[in-house]
């Protein structure tokens, strides 16, 4: 029998979020606004957050809502008025508070306000703290200028309470607006649209002069998806809506790499029916100690500059950010146990853009083939029938950053191509846009989901033509190997026109030892990115001795290509080839975990280098340990621990 993960199966309307201290479910959110200050000297921002609320209606028993709790870690707190008025009727509840989830904000509320069903404010004057996760503040050696500092935030999953006090669930969404101190050289942006920019004297210190910048995001927008970046940035223009920052010195060649982005928006258009919804697409090409590939802000795409290969190969991940603008921004998982819903989709909606946009229907297959190799390595990290590598996971007591993998991702995606292939295309199409306009700006589950898509069918094929799914196993089943027959004719049924080329170099490669016969250099020289990713994958799934003299005759060790050189790095590392060539491997390695900080290469490395070389994979990373982003560092150390 197959254990099931053990996630409360509620009626889909609302689900108590496990991560959050907070009582988010008690008040209804209408706006939040931050009043910030950038202190680069101090490495803190300083200001206050400003909540808008409405009690909801309550049953007579209830009086729990004389109170609000809201979320916090590592804030240092000032001051708190409700409606204008000064309180000193509040706490940082540390009894009540948790290592992960921080310390709630307990503020009593006076009886005008919680016997009341009329609005409220609630200000909160504050400053982050010295270790708070979201916040990564950058010397100027760690830039490509080195010249000015730079700062940046990552919110998501359940960070957003080091940034400010709010109700950190996705549940919680509500448009935002923030005022932005920073010094005068610098340039501020946020995950919303700037309203205006000008310099002042400093309130301060009138000696000194400010950039002081006003932003407004409309539309509603979960805790985790608030953004704020500052440093010294240009910009370039893209298309009327769509642009390009970064530091002077890397913004042409972002621009370069990213210039599809219009392409893409448009194309996830006519995918959705839909249009794009927050007005302008900004791509924000951070300093490479970004812990991640992307990260989908509104209207400010966060992405690493790993992505900058020279030649557009990379730009997908652009792709992945922009239709999450509408599966996982417009449409919001409710709770993390139901991130494969933002994520799972986005991977389906990411690979048609991109087929769509380079005229290559059977990408959509090939790049799903490389997502099963991710999801298999992932499963097998995790273990099997680990509950985390179910799509609706239990998480009660559990960091989402120690659940993060890609199961959500390409197991959430596996599922949706399965319902797809019931379906057919062209039903499946209808299901997903009438998905989008049903859900649009609110939040949602798993058993929603499941209500909606059984509701849809019955509807458009009548009961009797039921969608063959094993819901439950497919949601609450750990691994893969639960989901049996359906799974196995899923994988089976992909396109292997692309792939069995690509699968058959490797595969010479591996019987000869050697480069092949049959005109090697020419095959690996006319693939694409996708198709050598999938070569790599196939040398990694087995012992290959001659893995140094394959990555040394294509030169993967310095490729300008992340994706190949970290699977070149692990090739090697895999087969021996730090024994048989010390020097070189280890400078490589080291080379590439000391010049970026994204999660994706920098775990799997970290751990394999330490199979080989456990005390030198720690010494290197107490030696950059600093460089790396606090959730990226956070994740290696436990890496490392485990390792050993």
């Known amino acids: 029998a197959v254990r099931m993960a053990e996630v409360r199966r509620e009626d889909g309307l609302r689900e108590a979020d496990s991560a959050t201290l907070s009582n988010f479910a008690q008040f209804r959110l209408h706006r939040l606004h931050l009043e910030l200050r950038v202190e680069f000297e101090q490495r803190r921002l300083a200001g206050a957050a400003e909540l808008t609320c409405s009690r909801r209606a309550r049953s007579a028993a209830d009086d729990a809502a004389i109170e609000c709790v809201l979320d916090t870690r590592n804030i240092k707190v000032h001051a708190v008025l409700v409606n204008g008025e000064r309180t000193s009727s509040w706490t940082l509840d540390a009894e009540h508070g948790h290592e992960v989830f921080g310390t709630p904000l307990r503020i009593a509320l006076p009886e005008s306000v919680y016997s009341s069903d009329e609005e409220f404010q609630i200000r909160i004057e504050y400053e982050t703290g010295e270790n708070a996760s979201a916040l990564q503040w950058i010397a100027p050696s760690g830039t490509h200028g080195g010249e000015y500092p730079f700062l940046f935030t990552q919110c998501q999953a359940i960070h957003a309470r080091s940034l400010a006090p709010c109700f950190d669930t996705p549940a919680a969404k509500c448009p935002y607006s923030a005022r932005i101190v920073s010094p005068e050289w610098s340039t501020a942006l946020c995950s919303a649209l700037m309203t205006s920019s000008t310099t002042a004297p400093d309130e301060l210190d009138a000696s000194k002069r400010v950039k002081i910048s006003t932003f407004d995001q409309p539309i509603a927008c979960s805790s985790y998806l608030i953004a704020i970046a500052c440093g010294q940035l240009s910009k370039i223009d893209l298309s009327p809506r769509a642009c390009v920052w970064s530091e002077p010195g890397v913004v042409a060649d972002a621009a370069s790499e990213f210039a599809a982005a219009e392409r893409f928006l448009s194309t996830a258009e006519e995918i959705t029916a839909l249009p794009y919804a927050w007005t302008s697409y900004a791509i924000l090409c951070l300093p490479p100690s970004f812990p991640y590939g992307g990260m989908e802000n509104p209207c400010l795409t966060f992405v690493t500059p790993t992505l900058l290969a020279g030649d557009g190969s990379l730009a997908d991940v652009v792709a992945h950010e922009i239709a999450h603008s509408w599966t996982g921004n417009l449409v919001t998982n409710s709770t993390w146990n139901h991130f494969w819903l933002n994520e799972g989709w986005t991977m389906w909606l990411q690979r048609k853009i991109v087929c769509a946009v380079k005229s290559k229907p059977l990408l959509f297959d090939l790049d799903a083939r490389n997502g099963i190799a991710q999801l298999r390595d992932d499963i097998a990290l995790f273990g099997e029938d680990n509950v985390l590598t179910a799509l609706c996971p239990p998480l009660s007591g559990v960091d989402p950053d120690d659940a993060f993998s890609r199961v959500p991702y390409e197991k959430g995606f596996q599922f949706l191509l399965h319902i797809e292939r019931e379906l057919g295309s062209e039903l499946f199409l209808q299901l997903f846009r009438s998905y989008l306009a049903t859900f649009q700006n609110k939040t949602i589950t798993s058993e929603r989901f499941r209500k909606f898509v059984v509701d849809f069918v019955a509807e458009k094929r009548g009961p009797q033509n039921a969608l063959a799914v094993d819901w439950d196993t497919w949601l609450y089943a750990p691994g893969m190997r639960a989901m049996g027959k359906p799974y196995v004719e899923l994988v089976s049924a992909l396109d292997g026109t692309l792939a069995d080329a690509a699968l058959k170099f490797a595969e010479s490669w591996r019987s000869e030892g050697e480069l092949p016969s049959d005109g090697g250099d020419d095959r690996w020289n006319s693939m694409s990115t996708v198709e050598r990713v999938l070569v790599l994958e196939r040398l990694l799934e087995c012992p290959f001795p001659p893995a140094m003299a394959f990555c040394e005759r294509y030169d993967l060790l ?63 990373f107490a030696k950059l340990n600093h460089f790396y982003h606090p959730i990226c560092a956070k994740m290696v150390a436990k890496d490392l621990a485990r390792t050993s």
């Open 558 to 620: 310095e490729s300008r290509n992340c994706e190949l050189r970290f699977r070149a790095l692990m090739l090697c590392l895999k087969n021996g080839a730090l024994a048989t060539h010390p020097t070189k491997v280890r400078a490589s390695v080291e080379q590439m975990l000391s010049t970026q900080g994204r999660m994706k290469y920098t775990r799997p490395l970290y751990r394999e280098y330490s199979k080989h070389a456990s005390d030198d994979a720690k010494a290197l």
